[in-house]
């Protein structure tokens, strides 16, 4: 049962906060739209979907099935060198020129990059991001430990039309998660066109290091909260599909991803950079760092091992160095 009691609570508050939400909601069965801007509206962004369902799974259950099924329908099942669609993966973006309301000076890019992104039958389908599988691997996970145990095992329609449950979906997730952790034990994905997505997460923005230079895009880069989310997502697919045969291989992976992320990542001063590429760690300390806090594997650790990785996160977050203050 879908509960507004709290939309209720809060149009008190801010007065029409629950019609603002609403209007996002698909009229289309889609789940989420993520934005009513002028650029992103009737877009359904893979990240953005799964961390908004995700959210409000607590209150407006049918958004989270709504956008599960959704998310689903777009999972790679192919290999699409244009767009990287890879079996398991899921989408980054999606957008019907149809029904997208966007002014012809904002569609011309798209119409001329229309066969560098395999633009077929007025739609856009790609799969540029390396966060949005682990984020649809959580939000799944959320959904069922706390609301509805029983939605793994729904009937959906993949991107084949063909009928599976939405627990093989999160195992093809899963896999796709595992099968892209390098020899280093990082999970990377080497950017395969030049027109495709530069930023691959969600940090849609350059990494620097000390010195000014920006990071190497050309080879496969590590970045600090796709390993934080992958190791959460393969930790939560091994607690969802308990009995599976790869559930002790994801868990293991889990763990060793998690270890691997505080070290590997970790600066002198306790912080954590943001980015490690085939010229190392860069030294620039981001807000990205937040995200590893928002993970399950802490809870594995001792007070005093969380409070000697944790702590420095949090000093820096509330630092002089991330923080303005207003005259």
Known sequence: MNTFDDLA???EIM????????????????GLYTSRGRFFNKAIFGRDAAMS??????FDHEATVETIKQLIAFQGVNYNP?????PGRIHHEWRDFRLWQGKLFDRLPFYALRNKWDIRRHELLSYYSLDTTAAFVRMVHKYALRIDRSI??????????ETITVGLAVERAAD?????????????????????LPIQTFQDSLYTRSDGSLIDLTGPVAYIEVQAYAADSLHSAAEMLLHHDKSELWRATAEKLHRQMITDFRLADG???????????????????GWMMNIFLWRGM??????????????KLFSDEFLTMSA
């Open 9 to 11: 609570k809060l149009d």
């Open 15 to 30: 007065p029409g906060v629950s019609a603002a939400y609403m209007s996002l909601r698909s009229r289309e069965g889609r």
């Open 53 to 58: 369902a995700k959210f409000v799974a607590d």
């Open 82 to 86: 244009k767009t990287q669609e890879q």
């Open 152 to 161: 793994l095992e729904r009937k959906v329609k993949d991107k084949n039309g």
């Open 176 to 196: 796709w998660i595992e099968a892209h952790i390098d020899d280093n034990g990082w999970l990377t994905d080497r950017r395969q066109r030049t027109f495709s």
């Open 271 to 289: 912080g954590y950079g943001s980015v490690i590429d085939k010229d190392g760690l860069a030294d620039v300390p981001n807000v990205s760092m």
């Open 302 to 315: 001792t007070d005093d091992e969380r409070e000697h990785y944790i702590k420095p996160i949090v000093e």
